[in-house]
């Protein structure tokens, strides 16, 4: 059975670079039929998609984070990262990391990994 979880540090300061790791087990993240995406939802708002990369390592972005998001991934140990530059403290948020079939993902389903907090502040 396909299993995400994120790990990473849950404080960051300003200006700095935020970085997670997804690790999937249960399933290969070069498997043809699937995206793997980073999706996060700040406190009181919505889920807000950032990006994907697919089984080749394709990368897609949200145009309100491209300039400052890179997703890359590590087939050997089948986990994928987020990078996110520059960080202010609205970028405080949950972070999930997803598969889906779709480059697109904001509706959650049982392919999701529990979220991890972080928090922009210095």
């Known amino acids: 059975q396909v299993q995400l979880q994120e790990s990473g540090p849950g404080l960051v300061k300003p200006s700095q670079t935020l970085s997670l790791t997804c690790t999937v087990s249960g399933g290969s993240i070069t498997s043809n039929d699937y995206y793997w995406s980073w999706i996060r939802q700040p406190p009181g708002k919505g889920l807000e998609w950032m990006g994907a990369?697919?089984?080749?390592?394709?990368?897609y972005y949200s145009p309100s984070l491209k300039s400052r998001t890179s997703i890359s991934r590590d087939t050997s140990k089948n986990q994928f990262t987020l990078r996110l530059n520059s960080v202010t403290t609205e970028d405080t948020a949950v972070y999930y990391c997803?598969?889906?079939?779709?480059?697109?993902?904001?509706?959650?389903?049982?392919?999701w990994g529990q979220g991890t907090q972080v928090t922009v502040s210095s």
């Open positions: 997803a598969r889906g079939r779709t480059p697109v993902i904001i509706a959650k389903d049982r392919y």
């Open positions: 990369i697919d089984s080749s390592g394709s990368t």
